[in-house]
């Protein structure tokens, strides 16, 4: 499918966490095929040096990857630094990291519960305060969260993992409203069921496929390109009087 070209987004630099695989790797691509200069952490090396030759292969803006664990916050802001460094101040940043593992209420102690929140949704604060320098010194700039619709229906086995998501909805508004007098807008994008290689590989067995059929309006399925065309426009200066607010991308659960 076609997507939009947003001239504003052209040798605009971007940083995505966790962009090897999944939604990351698909935002990584869209923002390079926008001619941003994108620089991505994740832990997963191989599938990120892949990304990197992919989009490279295709004519776009290499990628810059560095190896970055969000759960280390020192790790992280050097990471955001080296990127600074590298390519020149950030004006897009993407924390898309997460990890849904499921885990029954009974069994989630407080290491797991902590870890958790490490992933999903600490390192979301840490990044948009290491980057409203550089976007403040730029005049303006866009910080885009990734929540989940899991925050909205009936799952389980993901309490920590919900919470978490849930709060990136409350840290979202109230980043909005510190960084706004800077120019710098805060939004969430809350994705649907969207069918990534993890999710099709783990979890989307034909029960959960009837589940979409029946729950969403629109029956197809949601694909990763489909919400990188939400994260384009909110990162784009089309979206310039967007700020505060979910953005909601899951076909129509109901």
Request: aromatic share 6%.
């Amino acid at each position: 499918m076609t997507s939009a070209v947003y001239p504003s987004l052209r040798d605009r630099v971007a940083f995505v966490s966790g962009g090897a695989t999944g939604l990351g790797a698909e935002f990584v691509a869209a923002l390079a095929a926008q001619g941003t200069r994108v620089a991505f952490v994740d832990i997963d090396e191989p599938a990120a040096r892949r990304l990197v030759e992919d989009v490279a292969a295709a004519g776009h803006p290499r990628p810059l990857f560095l190896p970055c664990d969000v759960a280390d916050i020192p790790a992280l802001q050097q990471a955001i630094a080296a990127t600074h460094d590298e390519l020149g101040p950030i004006s897009v940043l993407v924390n898309n990291a997460a990890n849904d593992r499921r885990q029954r209420v009974a069994d989630v102690d407080v290491a797991a519960w902590d870890a958790s929140f490490a992933v999903n949704v600490r390192h979301h604060f840490f990044a948009a305060q290491a980057v409203a320098a550089q976007m403040r010194a730029l005049g303006g700039g866009s910080v885009i969260n990734l929540g989940s619709i899991s925050a909205h229906i009936d799952l389980v086995d993901l309490p920590s993992y919900i919470t978490a998501k849930a709060g990136v909805e409350g840290l979202t508004r109230t980043l909005a409203r510190e960084l706004g007098p800077d120019r710098i807008r805060v939004n969430c994008i809350i994705p649907g069921w969207v069918m990534t290689e993890r999710q099709l590989r783990d979890w989307v067995t034909p029960e959960a496929e009837e589940s979409i059929r029946r729950n969403q309006c629109l029956t197809e399925p949601v694909m990763p390109v489909d919400v990188a065309r939400m994260l384009l426009w909110l990162a784009a200066d089309d979206s310039r009087m967007c700020t505060a607010q979910t953005w909601v991308v899951d076909g129509g659960w109901m």
